[in-house]
T-cell receptor
Framework: AQSVSQHNHHVILSEAASLELGCNYS??????LFWYVQYPGQHLQLLLK??????LVKGIKGFEAEFIKSKFSFNLRKPSVQWSDTAEYFC????????????FGTGTRLQVTL | GAVVSQHPSWVICKSGTSVKIECRSL??????MFWYRQFPKQSLMLMAT?????????EQGVEKDKFLINHASLTLSTLTVTSAHPEDSSFYIC????????????FGQGTRLTVV
């Protein structure tokens, strides 16, 4: 069974600091990778996704992630965070295929201070 | 992106009663919908995969007789929590994928269930 690990459970950064959130998965086959964000009191929103092609994926709000197949990793990055980025971030993986389910990591709570 | 709507957004019910939560894909057809449960400050745990016109597939440890799932049409799946108890209080989230399309899943806004 596939699993997803997010090593940072709670991250506190000052505005303008750079961000990198780790995500590793365990599955040997072809996968689709996702990062979702959940702002306080809101539903999950897709930040970015990787299906194939360029392993460096750019998403919304200045976020990007790099798929490193050899490391089974899909780390999320942002060069300069803003206070409005305070949220919960979830990495998710699924095997390729139209009916396969998403497996979520435990989430990383990002708190950005002014 | 596509829209998935959940109803209700929150519900309070008495212990022993049943609660139905609806998940609708508003602008696409979804042969597959997923139901998740999220405890406070924790990740989403998949409860079951709902397939239109067939029985749902439940994850290990999820009681199928307690969490009844019906996916009667390509735009609607329902989750009924039967004989609810306080420990069933949680945030329930559905997601749906466009039929025949290998895209990301879209999530509903979630339903906060409180059993008193």
């Amino acid at each position: 069974a596939q699993s997803v690990s997010q090593h940072n459970h709670h991250v506190i950064l000052s505005e303008a600091a750079s961000l990198e959130l780790g995500c590793n998965y365990s599955y040997g086959g072809t996968v689709n990778l996702f990062w979702y964000v959940q702002y306080p009191g809101q539903h999950l929103q897709l930040l970015l996704k990787y299906f194939s092609g360029d392993p460096l994926v750019k998403g919304i709000k200045g976020f990007e992630a790099e798929f490193i197949k050899s490391k089974f990793s899909f780390n999320l990055r942002k060069p300069s965070v803003q206070w409005s980025d305070t949220a919960e971030y979830f990495c998710a993986v699924r095997k390729t295929g139209t009916a396969s389910k998403l497996t979520f990591g435990t989430g990383t709570r990002l708190q950005v201070t002014l | 992106g596509a829209v998935v709507s959940q109803h209700p957004s929150w519900v309070i019910c008495k212990s022993g009663t049943s609660v139905k939560i609806e998940c609708r894909s508003l602008d696409f057809q979804a042969t597959t919908m997923f139901w998740y449960r999220q405890f406070p400050k924790q990740s989403l745990m998949l409860m079951a995969t709902s397939n239109e016109g067939s029985k749902a597939t439940y994850e290990q440890g999820v009681e199928k007789d307690k969490f009844l799932i019906n996916h009667a049409s390509l735009t609607l799946s329902t989750l009924t929590v039967t004989s609810a108890h306080p420990e069933d209080s949680s945030f329930y989230i559905c997601s749906a994928r466009d039929a025949g399309s290998d895209t990301e899943a879209f999530f509903g806004q979630g339903t906060r269930l409180t059993v008193v």
